[in-house]
């Protein structure tokens, strides 16, 4: 019974101090991800306490993907959670310091970030459409040249080409064209 009081008197106080109002959201993630790996809280045993919703939890915990740099402006208060997580739909090698840079300059609301997030994928398909055409093309001289089916997986930088045969026969046939 002890044991227990001392428990849930040390559960309450750690969740006491996750839902303290002067955390930065950069520090109550951190608090709730300490909850999760040292002190072994699965997500509904905070969900539970904190009365807070799972994507909540979720959304908290998120942050800590993005770069230090990025954590830093949002524990500062120059960007938002909301647009810490509008930052994560970047592609990955997209420079997020810069983007977060130009939302403190520009003052951009959490949905423009995500508007300019969609309109930056857009870019990358349209990007992958002009490569498939490249990609297109070189399966069509190989297939000619070759008399088999052709499969690219990849891009036109890098990739595995797949020849398809179905007898001995043709086998050696592509071998041949290849010596």
């Given at each position: 019974l002890f044991?227990?009081?001392n428990e849930k008197t040390f559960e309450l106080a750690i969740m006491e101090n996750v839902q303290r109002q002067d955390l930065n959201p950069?520090?109550?993630?951190?608090?709730?991800?300490?909850?999760?790996?040292?002190?072994?809280?699965?997500?509904?045993?905070?969900?539970?306490?904190?009365?807070?919703?799972r994507t909540r939890i979720v959304?908290?915990?998120r942050v800590l993907d993005l770069p230090d740099k990025v954590q830093k402006l949002i524990a500062e208060e120059k960007i938002s959670r909301g647009h810490g997580i509008a930052l994560l739909s970047f592609k990955?090698?997209?420079?997020?310091?810069?983007?977060?840079?130009?939302?403190?300059?520009?003052?951009?609301?959490?949905?423009q970030v995500?508007?300019?997030?969609?309109?930056?994928k857009s870019e990358v398909k349209s990007d992958k459409v002009k490569k498939d055409i490249y990609i297109e093309n070189i399966i069509k001289i190989l297939e000619t040249k070759l008399g088999s089916k052709i499969n690219v997986k990849g891009t036109s930088t890098k990739g595995k080409i797949e020849i398809e045969f179905s007898s001995l026969e043709e086998l050696n046939k592509i071998i041949g064209h290849i010596e």
């Open positions: 044991e227990a009081n950069i520090e109550e993630a951190l608090a709730i991800k300490e909850l999760i790996e040292k002190y072994n809280f699965s997500q509904e045993k905070i969900i539970d306490i904190t009365g807070k919703k959304n908290i915990l990955e090698d997209a420079n997020l310091l810069e983007i977060a840079q130009s939302i403190i300059e520009k003052e951009l609301s959490v949905r995500e508007k300019l997030s969609k309109n930056t």
